[in-house]
Each structure stands twice: as structure tokens, then as C-alpha cells.
């Protein structure tokens, strides 16, 4: 099982960036996907997260219309769009699965992501 992420780097800002999560060793179509995140010094947050269909879809209060979670199940990935960042986005962001049928969740590594002028 896998779950990898890319994408992250270094923004100025008010810039995008676009997470991708490429999933591998189970069924991705029967898994809610999630993205959160981790700033130093601070717990793990939860930033979006995504029905197995992709037909339901939820975000944190702080990046509510700024970032969009979406998934293809025909590539196996998910994702994260990021617009008008902040300095405060700045995080180690993680990609989670859950199964819908059984007590299964993975991680990714995690991406890091920094805004900074």
C-alpha cells in the first residue's frame, strides 16, 4: 500500500499550488480521501476530505473557498488545489485514506508546502 504525494514547494503569497496523491495496493475507488496538514509546533489538522464517489466534499474553516479536493478513481489520485495562499498554509500537507468498508486508514509521507515572500 501506498500513498505518495507531490507537488508541495516553495510560494510567494497569494500563488497556487495543485497536491497530487497517487494511491497504490488497494481499492481507491472504497476510500475516502482526505489531505491535512501539520505546522511546526502544532497538531495535525484536518484540511479537506472527499467521498470515495467523490460526491461529497468538506474543508476547514480556514481554507474554505480558497482550496479544492477532487479525486480521478480511473488514476488512482487525488487532490489539492491551493489558491490564494497565506503564510499560515505553510504546513507539512499528508494525504489519508479510509475505507468505507473496513478499519483500514494510510498515510502518505507527506509534502511540505511554505509561503513565504
Known amino acids: 500500500v501506498q500513498l505518495v504525494e507531490s507537488g508541495g514547494g516553495l510560494v510567494q503569497p497569494g500563488g497556487s499550488l495543485r497536491l497530487s496523491c497517487a494511491a497504490s495496493g488497494f481499492t481507491f475507488s472504497s476510500y475516502d480521501m482526505s489531505w491535512y496538514r501539520q505546522a511546526p509546533g502544532k497538531e495535525r489538522e484536518l484540511v479537506a476530505c472527499i467521498t470515495s464517489a467523490g460526491g461529497r466534499t468538506n474543508y476547514a474553516t480556514s481554507v474554505k473557498g480558497r482550496f479544492t479536493i477532487s479525486r480521478d478513481n480511473a488514476k488512482n489520485t487525488v487532490y489539492l488545489q491551493m489558491n490564494s495562499l497565506k503564510p499560515e498554509d505553510t504546513a507539512v500537507y499528508y494525504c489519508?485514506?479510509?475505507?468505507?468498508?473496513?478499519?483500514?486508514?494510510?498515510w502518505g509521507q507527506g509534502t511540505q508546502v511554505t509561503v513565504s515572500s
Open positions: 489519508n485514506g479510509r475505507s468505507v468498508y473496513y478499519d483500514a486508514v494510510y
